[in-house]
């Protein structure tokens, strides 16, 4: 056991001491108690049964509370109001609209499939001319990045009429990577000769060998070469490229230090920094 903890010293790390940008921080929720409340409804009656005896003069205590209730929550309609977040109908409207069967025949995703990389779908702003809200028509932007030509194309719809609106293209722009970029960079660390000690440090913790991206909690951002000291030359052309470096940690587990391990996307390798 001293051997293990010896060889872990540096590369296993707390998850305190972790940070990274566009990481959202779970915060858990205590609903109220269940007691009482079972399927059978026997919670409601209860509930009226002891307002009932208060009523009536019975015994027992007026400012006992009454038992909680959850209610459900309601059914989300197929389509949103006003600025309401897009609904997962609208979400999936918005992509089919934007990337229509015949245009996932161009372009090419993280994986090397057809069709660009979906990275992002978000209610859009309205128009500087519908301002006062009157009959504002739903809209969505659609990002996606095409890895055959490292651009990322922005698509604006309309999904009260069902078209594209506007349609942008732009080189040297990374927005935050999705999580199937990150899965697939951490796939290409795993084939990688220099993903052995990531391998190492798996199989030492758990006993198990580590052949899967999905036996590993990830994240990660895109790598920005202009808050680097030293860039190697195999990533200059990251921001031109779509690079990106991640933390990870064992399920249930410790963390596993590969922050030094940056994958060039675009280039499909993996270099090691620092």
């Known amino acids: 056991m001293r051997q293990l903890l010896r060889r872990h010293l540096g590369k296993l790390m707390a998850g305190a001491a972790i940070a990274v940008t566009g990481t959202a921080v779970m915060v858990g929720i205590t609903l109220p108690g269940t007691a009482g409340a079972d399927d059978s409804g026997r919670g409601k009656v209860a509930a009226a049964e002891a307002g009932g005896s208060r009523e009536a003069g019975g015994s027992g205590p007026t400012d006992?509370?009454?038992?909680?209730?959850?209610?459900?929550?309601?059914?989300?309609?197929?389509?949103?109001?006003?600025?309401?977040?897009?609904?997962?109908?609208?979400?999936?409207r918005a992509e089919r609209l934007a990337l229509p069967s015949a245009a996932r025949q161009n372009g090419q995703n993280a994986v090397g499939g057809r069709g660009p990389q979906h990275l992002a779908t978000n209610l859009a702003e309205p128009l500087p001319s519908e301002a006062d809200g009157t009959?504002?028509?739903?809209?969505?932007?659609?990002?996606?990045?095409?890895?055959?030509?490292d651009e990322l194309i922005t698509?604006?719809?309309?999904?009260?009429?069902?078209?594209?609106?506007?349609?942008?293209?732009?080189?040297?722009?990374?927005?935050?990577?999705?999580?199937?970029?990150?899965?697939?960079?951490?796939?290409?660390?795993?084939?990688?000769?220099?993903?052995?000690d990531l391998k190492s440090d798996y199989k030492d913790a758990t006993g198990r060998t580590l052949?899967?991206?999905?036996?590993?909690?990830?994240?990660?951002d895109v790598y920005r070469t202009y808050r680097e000291t030293n860039v190697p030359e195999q990533?200059?052309?990251?921001g031109e490229h779509r690079c990106v470096r991640l933390?990870?940690?064992?399920?249930?587990?410790?963390?596993?230090?590969?922050?030094?391990?940056?994958?060039?996307?675009?280039?499909?390798?993996?270099v090691r920094v620092g």
């Not at 929550?73 to 609904?87: F, N």
């Not at 009959?135 to 055959?148: H, K, Q």
């Open 235 to 238: 990533l200059s052309r990251c």
């Open 211 to 220: 052949a899967d991206p999905d036996q590993l909690w990830f994240n990660g």
């Open 64 to 92: 006992a509370p009454l038992p909680g209730v959850v209610a459900d929550a309601p059914r989300e309609g197929e389509r949103g109001v006003g600025g309401d977040p897009l609904t997962d109908g609208e979400l999936k």
């Open 247 to 270: 933390v990870a940690k064992i399920r249930d587990g410790a963390w596993i230090e590969i922050r030094n391990l940056i994958v060039d996307l675009s280039a499909r390798n993996v």
């Open 155 to 196: 698509r604006t719809v309309n999904l009260d009429t069902g078209s594209v609106e506007r349609t942008g293209t732009r080189r040297g722009i990374q927005p935050s990577p999705h999580q199937e970029e990150l899965r697939e960079a951490l796939g290409l660390i795993l084939k990688s000769p220099l993903g052995a």
């Open 135 to 149: 009959a504002t028509p739903r809209r969505a932007e659609v990002r996606f990045y095409d890895y055959r030509t």
